[in-house]
């Protein structure tokens, strides 16, 4: 007697592999790809963005603050406490040495006396309860008081580090200190009352002027770099620091090489700047 099952009766089916082809998963690598590398874009533009703003604002910071700083220590010139009678400039009170310092910077020279609290003797020695003492009226560049019988010589000029980076420095009776960092140019013009009227009647180098004690007033320009070096390169890498009227064609005129600036193409952003003081102890 035979006997058999229907199950060995039907046929065997395979189940079918499941999972992506290779085609489909070149695919997904390509799309992973192409949306790796537009976040990767989106990462470098964000990040040099950013250091571009900071640059900007830094840049914007400092050349704000170096104006407010100079036009407060420049109207001090020849300042001297009427009460201290013996005080007396051995040097003029405003000097400018042109195309002199890095870069091919300017300098620029301020002489003045501080003020001292009441009662003080100006003849009175060192150490005695009359000794001059300053009363925070009069400050220096580098933030310090000044006493009525002290005679303040600051100078302001272009130097470059060890490294090579270039600061605004104030040298305070001999002492040095770097104020803002990454200013390229400094440059000045002096604006002089040729008839004695007591108006500026004209705005000329260091050095051209008929008479120093004839000036009445300072132009200042300065050019400042961000730290950023990815920054896009300025369309007009040459700054005029006084505009055509004084150098026409950004062609500078004899005897001030360092009125025409070429900056350096290293991708930094570069800022002009310029501004004017009022020596005011020469209006009054």
Aim: glycine share 8%; charged share 20%; aromatic share 8%.
């Amino acid at each position: 007697m035979t006997t058999s099952s229907r199950s060995s009766n039907r046929p065997i089916r395979r189940r079918a592999a499941s999972g992506f082809t290779l085609v489909e998963l070149m695919v997904g690598m390509v799309i992973s790809m192409l949306l790796i590398l537009a976040a990767t874009s989106l990462y470098i533009s964000q990040r040099r963005s950013n250091a571009t703003q900071g640059d900007v604002g830094e840049i914007q910071e400092n050349a704000r603050a170096i104006a407010q700083l100079m036009q407060r220590q420049a109207r001090q010139i020849g300042y001297t406490d009427f009460l201290f009678t013996n005080n007396d400039f051995v040097s003029p009170s405003l000097e400018v040495t042109n195309d002199t310092g890095a870069n091919t910077s300017d300098s620029l020279t301020l002489r003045y006396f501080g003020s001292s609290q009441a009662g003080a003797d100006p003849y009175a020695a060192a150490g005695s309860p009359n000794f001059p003492k300053a009363d925070g009226g009069t400050v220096d560049c580098s933030g310090n008081d000044v006493s009525g019988n002290v005679q303040t010589t600051e100078v302001y000029a272009i130097v470059n580090d060890a490294n090579g980076v270039p600061w605004l420095q104030c040298t305070v009776n001999g002492m040095a200190t770097p104020l803002f960092r990454n200013v390229e140019a400094f440059q000045i013009l002096l604006g002089e009352d040729t008839d004695g009227d007591g108006v500026v009647n004209r705005f000329v180098r260091p050095g051209a002027t008929a008479s120093i004690d004839d000036v009445l007033a300072v132009r200042v320009s300065v050019v400042l770099r961000g730290n950023d070096t990815n920054n896009a390169e300025m369309k007009k890498p040459t700054i005029n620091h006084f505009g055509d009227s004084y150098a026409p064609k950004d062609v500078a005129p004899a005897g001030d090489a360092g009125s025409v600036v070429k900056t350096a193409t290293d991708g930094r952003m570069h800022r002009h700047f310029t501004f004017y003081i009022a020596l005011r102890n020469r209006l009054i």
